[in-house]
Structures are given as C-alpha cells and as structure tokens.
C-alpha cells in the first residue's frame, strides 16, 4: 500500500475480503470487514472500545455514490 485514502481490497486468509488504505504510511481497516473477518457482530460495540486516535472514517467512491467508512 503506497496511495494515501486509496481503499484497497486483499483477501484475509483467503475467503474475507478486508479493505484498507494507508494514511501518512500507517495501514487503516474498514472496520465493518475486519470485525467480519474475526466473528465480531456488532461493529459499532468494537468501535465505541477503541481511543480516539485508533479510529477514523474514510470516504470511498460507489455506483450510488460517495460512502463515508469507519476506519
């Protein structure tokens, strides 16, 4: 990953797609993929645990539009 706020999609453990980008050179997840990929329900419980600094929200392009994410 080298395109700072390119989303990017990989392959976790090669059945769940996980989407990043890189801020300032640091990987940042789609929230709402990762919590999939580890069998956490409830995103937005996972992100009320996290510090400020751990989280964020990213913007990407879609066929209805641009789309805020949670980082």
């Keep these: ?3 700072d706020d390119d ?3 990989f392959l976790f453990e090669g059945q769940t797609t996980i989407r ?3 801020r300032n ?3 940042w997840f789609v929230l709402v993929d990762l919590c999939r990929a580890l069998g956490i329900v409830n995103a ?3 992100a009320s645990g996290l510090d400020d600094d751990e989280k964020d929200v990213g ?3 879609t066929l209805g539009g641009g789309k805020k994410l949670p980082l």
């Design 1 to 3: 990953m080298s395109d």
């Design 7 to 9: 989303i990017r999609p």
């Design 20 to 22: 990043a980008m890189c």
């Design 25 to 27: 050179g640091v990987p």
């Design 44 to 46: 937005r419980d996972a």
């Design 59 to 61: 913007s990407t392009d």
